[in-house]
């Protein structure tokens, strides 16, 4: 189960475990990326459903979590990727409106929490699950310019490592992945001097794409990582170390 799987990095998370013989969930606020998705990897041959969702919607999260239980088995991963994740940054923390700073929260913070709840009880006792909370790495280092995504990303990773010892008896693993800067549609806003001070700060210097990401996240919810609960990983070729 992918969230925000319409574009990006959920959508290459989605197509990685499609790839990896997963029948895949996805759910997206925004329709038609949702179902061009869907439509991309049953054309591919994959097995792949989607369904609307807002997870900024309490009842729109409720009403996913009935189709998931209906239409699904037990669900073995879920990649908590959504996020309001562009166009947001630039502004000083005196410079962010009220409105926006609760929307980021909204969406970032419950919305990742609501899809929990609303999915672990798919998971079932005997083989358990792994969660994957998307943070990032700005909330490592401190990025400036960007308060309200940072303190949502901060409290993806305070929220994981609670979630990890609350479902750690039902064998649900839960983690974070903190990515740094990738280019991807969402970042194309981002000025060239920020996407140049991530590229040549790395310990591995150059820019980072989807497929960098996507390796560390089919590991977090396969079985490989079963044991592997409550901690943040980066990826971001060594931008910041955790
Ligand atoms: N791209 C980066 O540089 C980067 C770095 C670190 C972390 N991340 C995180 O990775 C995740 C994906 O980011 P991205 O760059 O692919 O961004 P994106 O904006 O391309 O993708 C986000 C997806 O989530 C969907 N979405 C947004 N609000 C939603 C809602 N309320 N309900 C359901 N779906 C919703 C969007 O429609 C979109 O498909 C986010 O959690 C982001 O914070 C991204």
Redesign the pocket.
């Known amino acids: 189960m992918v969230?925000?799987?319409?574009?990006?990095?959920?959508?290459a998370f989605a197509e990685a475990c499609a790839a990896e013989g997963a029948r895949v969930l996805i759910?997206?606020?925004?329709d038609d990326?949702?179902r061009e998705a869907e439509r991309t990897l049953r054309e591919a041959g994959y097995k792949a459903d989607f369904h609307p969702?807002?997870?900024?919607?309490p009842e729109?999260v409720t009403e996913f979590g009935d189709w998931l239980g209906e239409i699904a088995g037990p669900i073995h991963g879920l990649i908590?990727?959504?996020?309001?994740?562009?166009g947001i940054g630039g502004s000083l923390f005196d410079e962010i409106d009220i409105e926006t700073w609760d929307k980021v929260m909204r969406?970032?913070v419950r919305?990742t929490w609501l899809m929990v709840r609303a999915v672990a009880p798919l998971m079932t006792d005997d083989v358990g699950g792994g969660i994957v909370n998307?943070?990032?790495?700005?909330a490592l280092w401190g990025a400036p310019r960007l308060l309200h995504?940072v303190s949502s990303?901060g409290a993806i990773i305070a929220m994981t490592r609670s979630l990890a010892r609350e479902l750690g008896e039902r064998k649900i693993a839960v983690n974070a992945l903190?990515?740094?800067?990738?280019?991807?549609?969402?970042?194309e806003y981002?000025p060239q001097h920020r996407h140049e001070l991530y590229e040549s700060g790395r310990a591995m210097p150059r820019a980072?794409f989807?497929d960098d990401v996507v390796g560390a996240a089919i590991f977090l919810v396969s079985d490989a990582a079963r044991f592997v609960t409550g901690q943040v990983l980066p990826v971001n070729g060594g931008f910041v170390f955790n």
């Open positions: 969230t925000g799987a319409g574009r990006g990095l959920g959508r759910g997206d606020v925004l990326l949702g969702l807002d997870i900024g919607d729109s908590n990727n959504a996020a309001i994740a562009t969406v970032n919305g998307l943070a990032s790495d700005t995504y990303k903190a990515p740094g800067l990738v280019r991807v549609e969402a970042t981002v980072q989807p």
